[in-house]
């Protein structure tokens, strides 16, 4: 239960609406009150005067008193009914408050949760599984809005009612009160344990429905691979056995929901049951009124939900408690890469330095750059060559703080990245990653991702750079606004990379690092590309990693990594004549041959 008082900032939040629900509720349930009363009024006039009706032989004296009575009785089905009205309207502003504010910390919630995901670092993504991560924004906020929402009112409800209704049977009869009260408390234990089974078993449905989506997912996505290696049945069998074990699963919720519904109507017959008995044992004593015996039978269904929602409630309670922990360790961790407290902001130019740069990927123990030393001037163009995981997308990595390193320091124009605002520091580098990733979105808002405000022309011209412009007007009926993604055209690897491109030269910054971001693309567009880039990064400091040799590019130095750190470094024509791997990757390269020491 503590966990849950991280939400009391919320009840704080939206107190008026929190304290006029609650007033709402009190005010629908003393309107509802009343109907009892008036029931019992009902009975006792009726008892009172029918035996003098039935001594009375005149006719027009039967006639005045029937019409007379008749009219009593109309006012009271009358008066019933617009306190029934009054209740249900109150009743309605009670919902309009109370579940109406759930909503909102629903919603505050939501954001609170999506913006910490925004502020850790990559080494949690890599920790947790997506799964993992989207159920703390989904199904733990949903069940924590259980407990701030529904469970918060019919709490409230439960108390008021039992309050009210309890003492007014005290004011009759005691001992009819006990027995009447007596078999509800054993309606709440069972609501709160077969809520639970029935809380169990969603669960297990919950997990299995998440695993089918997620086979069939696959296969759609997967199903040229699913086709070639002629899988169809296998797959199909595959599914078929996580589909028998939802139905078998489901099949046995629906045994138990089956059974809720009359254990509750026997319960609450049982009630309704004794309290006949026992109430007409005590109005033949005479100790109570027949009145009193059918206002009595009227409590016991007014109890009977508010017992079955103290069941209830606890385990909505105990889930959202549950749930809330999670957040709430969720909440309190703290990024590793964050900003200093004096952390400034920068105008970059370009110079990078990395000295005695030891890296360890925390989750993997795996050291990827080891005492790596490296300088480059502003305006200068360096190449990262080297094998497969030698290190390269590493070293991009610790330039943009995705990670920081555990030795060594890593600096931008003689400054400590560390000693940098990260919004300041990773502004003004373009990224271009080796993995690209577009949203569902369309291509120009793809391409102006950094830059929202960028006009259409300037979409164009970064477009025009990374060679994508003609692809984008020619192929596509809706050009820039053409939607890409799940409901959209589906791009060529090429033509996604050249996007990417696109989107990292719109920024326009001083410093830009492309990691391996042509693999995709033909030797003719590569070439047309690197003609553009070599023109817009005359001014700028670029850092190009690759596997393959770009001749036409002159760069200032080419470093050729291995087990992260350097083992030839120069220019073009330095490197070749030293004959060792990056002569070797050339003379390979020139003959058309396939690189092997790369390919391992
Ligand atoms: N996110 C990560 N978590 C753990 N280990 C990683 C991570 N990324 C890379 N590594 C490991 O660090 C080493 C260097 O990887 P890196 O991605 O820097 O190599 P690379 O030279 O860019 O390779 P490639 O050319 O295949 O992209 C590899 O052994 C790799 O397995």
């Given at each position: 239960m503590k966990h849950l008082a991280?939400?009391?900032?919320?009840?704080?939040?939206?107190?008026?609406?929190?304290?006029?629900?609650?007033?709402?509720?009190?005010?629908?349930i003393v309107f509802s009150i009343f109907q009892p009363i008036m029931v019992r009024q009902i009975f006792d006039l009726l008892e009172q005067n029918l035996n003098t009706y039935g001594l009375v032989s005149d006719t027009h004296l039967k006639g005045a008193f029937r019409g007379d009575f008749t009219k009593v009785l109309a006012f009271y089905g009358l008066t019933i009914l617009a306190f029934a009205l009054l209740s249900g309207f109150f009743m309605f502003l009670?919902?309009?408050t109370l579940i109406v504010m759930s909503r909102f910390i629903e919603y505050d919630l939501k954001n609170e949760v999506y913006e910490q995901y925004q502020r850790l670092d990559l080494n949690f993504f890599k920790m947790h599984r997506t799964g993992d991560l989207m159920s703390r924004i989904t199904e733990d906020v949903s069940r924590v809005r259980m407990y701030v929402g529904p469970a918060v009112m019919y709490a409230t409800r439960t108390v008021i009612m039992l309050i009210i209704i309890v003492y007014l049977m005290l004011e009759v009869n005691p001992l009819l009160t006990l027995y009447t009260l007596l078999p509800l408390?054993?309606?709440?234990?069972?609501?709160?344990?077969?809520?639970?089974?029935?809380?169990?078993?969603?669960?297990?449905?919950?997990?299995?429905?998440?695993?089918?989506?997620?086979?069939?997912?696959?296969?759609?996505?997967?199903?040229?691979?699913?086709?070639?290696?002629?899988?169809?049945?296998?797959?199909?069998?595959?599914?078929?056995?996580?589909?028998n074990e939802?139905?078998?699963?489901?099949?046995?919720?629906?045994?138990?929901?089956?059974?809720?519904?009359?254990?509750?109507?026997?319960?609450?017959?049982?009630?309704?049951?004794?309290?006949?008995?026992?109430?007409?044992?005590?109005?033949?004593?005479?100790?109570?009124?027949?009145?009193?015996?059918?206002?009595?039978?009227?409590?016991?269904?007014?109890?009977?939900?508010?017992?079955?929602?103290?069941?209830?409630?606890?385990?909505?309670?105990?889930?959202?408690?549950?749930?809330?922990?999670?957040?709430?360790?969720?909440?309190?961790?703290?990024?590793?890469?964050?900003?200093?407290?004096?952390?400034?902001?920068?105008?970059?130019?370009?110079?990078?330095?990395?000295?005695?740069?030891?890296?360890?990927?925390?989750?993997?123990?795996?050291?990827?750059?080891?005492?790596?030393?490296?300088?480059?001037?502003?305006?200068?163009?360096?190449?990262?060559?080297?094998?497969?995981?030698?290190?390269?997308?590493?070293?991009?990595q610790l330039l943009i703080r995705m990670y920081d390193p555990q030795e060594g320091r890593v600096e931008l124009d003689g400054l400590d990245i560390r000693g940098m605002k990260l919004q300041s520091l990773r502004e003004q580098i373009?990224?271009?990653?080796?993995?690209?990733?577009?949203?569902?979105?369309t291509i120009a808002n793809n391409i102006r991702f950094a830059r929202p405000e960028a006009d259409i022309e300037t979409v164009k011209r970064a477009a025009r750079q990374a060679s994508i412009e003609k692809d984008i007007s020619t192929q596509f009926r809706e050009g820039f606004e053409t939607v890409i993604g799940e409901r959209g055209v589906t791009l060529s690897g090429g033509q996604k990379q050249r996007i990417s491109i696109a989107r990292g030269l719109l920024k326009d910054p001083n410093l830009l690092v492309f990691d391996d971001c042509l693999s995709a693309v033909d030797a003719k567009t590569e070439k047309e590309i690197i003609g553009n880039l070599y023109e817009y990064l005359r001014h700028k400091t670029a850092i190009i990693i690759t596997h393959r040799i770009f001749s036409l590019f002159e760069f200032d130095k080419?470093?050729?990594?291995?087990?992260?750190?350097?083992?030839?470094?120069?220019?073009?024509?330095?490197?070749?004549?030293?004959?060792?791997?990056?002569?070797?990757?050339?003379?390979?390269?020139?003959?058309?041959?396939?690189?092997?020491?790369?390919a391992s």
């Amino acid at each position: 239960m503590k966990h849950l008082a991280a939400l009391n900032k919320y009840f704080v939040k939206y107190k008026w609406r929190f304290l006029l629900g609650l007033l709402f509720t009190a005010v629908s349930i003393v309107f509802s009150i009343f109907q009892p009363i008036m029931v019992r009024q009902i009975f006792d006039l009726l008892e009172q005067n029918l035996n003098t009706y039935g001594l009375v032989s005149d006719t027009h004296l039967k006639g005045a008193f029937r019409g007379d009575f008749t009219k009593v009785l109309a006012f009271y089905g009358l008066t019933i009914l617009a306190f029934a009205l009054l209740s249900g309207f109150f009743m309605f502003l009670q919902r309009q408050t109370l579940i109406v504010m759930s909503r909102f910390i629903e919603y505050d919630l939501k954001n609170e949760v999506y913006e910490q995901y925004q502020r850790l670092d990559l080494n949690f993504f890599k920790m947790h599984r997506t799964g993992d991560l989207m159920s703390r924004i989904t199904e733990d906020v949903s069940r924590v809005r259980m407990y701030v929402g529904p469970a918060v009112m019919y709490a409230t409800r439960t108390v008021i009612m039992l309050i009210i209704i309890v003492y007014l049977m005290l004011e009759v009869n005691p001992l009819l009160t006990l027995y009447t009260l007596l078999p509800l408390p054993f309606l709440a234990v069972t609501i709160y344990y077969v809520n639970r089974i029935i809380h169990r078993k969603s669960e297990r449905i919950q997990a299995q429905l998440s695993g089918i989506t997620t086979i069939a997912q696959e296969s759609y996505s997967g199903i040229r691979v699913i086709k070639s290696y002629v899988q169809e049945d296998a797959t199909a069998e595959y599914f078929d056995k996580a589909s028998n074990e939802y139905r078998e699963s489901s099949i046995s919720l629906a045994k138990t929901d089956a059974l809720y519904q009359p254990t509750m109507q026997l319960m609450i017959g049982l009630s309704v049951i004794l309290t006949i008995f026992i109430g007409g044992l005590q109005v033949m004593r005479g100790n109570i009124t027949v009145g009193n015996l059918a206002e009595f039978v009227i409590y016991v269904n007014m109890l009977t939900f508010p017992f079955f929602s103290i069941g209830w409630v606890a385990s909505m309670v105990q889930r959202a408690a549950a749930s809330q922990q999670r957040l709430n360790e969720f909440l309190e961790i703290q990024p590793e890469i964050k900003d200093s407290p004096d952390a400034q902001t920068v105008v970059l130019k370009g110079a990078v330095r990395l000295e005695n740069v030891t890296f360890t990927y925390p989750h993997t123990g795996i050291t990827a750059l080891k005492n790596f030393n490296l300088a480059i001037q502003p305006g200068q163009k360096v190449a990262v060559i080297g094998r497969t995981g030698s290190g390269k997308s590493t070293l991009a990595q610790l330039l943009i703080r995705m990670y920081d390193p555990q030795e060594g320091r890593v600096e931008l124009d003689g400054l400590d990245i560390r000693g940098m605002k990260l919004q300041s520091l990773r502004e003004q580098i373009s990224y271009v990653p080796q993995d690209v990733f577009l949203f569902s979105d369309t291509i120009a808002n793809n391409i102006r991702f950094a830059r929202p405000e960028a006009d259409i022309e300037t979409v164009k011209r970064a477009a025009r750079q990374a060679s994508i412009e003609k692809d984008i007007s020619t192929q596509f009926r809706e050009g820039f606004e053409t939607v890409i993604g799940e409901r959209g055209v589906t791009l060529s690897g090429g033509q996604k990379q050249r996007i990417s491109i696109a989107r990292g030269l719109l920024k326009d910054p001083n410093l830009l690092v492309f990691d391996d971001c042509l693999s995709a693309v033909d030797a003719k567009t590569e070439k047309e590309i690197i003609g553009n880039l070599y023109e817009y990064l005359r001014h700028k400091t670029a850092i190009i990693i690759t596997h393959r040799i770009f001749s036409l590019f002159e760069f200032d130095k080419i470093i050729v990594l291995d087990e992260g750190a350097i083992v030839e470094q120069g220019t073009h024509e330095e490197l070749l004549s030293l004959n060792g791997y990056y002569a070797t990757l050339y003379a390979r390269q020139q003959s058309g041959e396939e690189d092997p020491v790369m390919a391992s």
